[in-house]
Nanobody
Framework: VQLQASGGGLVQAGGSLRLSCVFS????????LGWYRQASGKERELVAA???????KYADSVKGRFTISRDNGANTVYLQMNSLNSEDTAVYYC????????????????WGRGTQVTVSS
């Protein structure tokens, strides 16, 4: 499994970015996917996840601002990020994993390289 994230960059507070992550090495439509982020000096945290069937979950800090989506035809998962603020500054990682529908939890198994998102105030 290989994951290649892109789309990070420098954006002003209040702005938007869309991250993309291209997947290869397995059957994409069967995979659950997630975006994590790690800010300097902090632990990596789950931002959003999407199941193979399209169920989604979000961290409370990004609900209403971020949207995770998937394009099975393009083997790509996206993270649309709106109304960005300085607390969103971090390295963002995409992952594949397991999405447990009954509990609404996501467990990552493979990681891609991160992409830096910096929000200037």
């Amino acid at each position: 499994v290989q994951l290649q994230a892109s789309g990070g960059g420098l954006v002003q507070a209040g702005g938007s970015l869309r991250l993309s992550c291209v997947f290869s090495g397995s059957t994409f439509r069967d995979e659950a996917l997630g975006w994590y982020r790690q800010a300097s000096g902090k632990e990596r945290e789950l931002v959003a996840a999407i199941s193979s069937g399209g169920r989604t979950k979000y961290a409370d800090s990004v609900k209403g601002r971020f949207t995770i989506s998937r394009d099975n035809g393009a083997n790509t998962v996206y993270l649309q990020m709106n109304s960005l603020n300085s607390e969103d500054t971090a390295v963002y990682y995409c992952s594949t994993g397991q999405y447990f529908v009954w509990s609404g939890t996501y467990k990552p198994t493979h990681w891609g390289r991160g992409t830096q998102v910096t929000v200037s105030s």
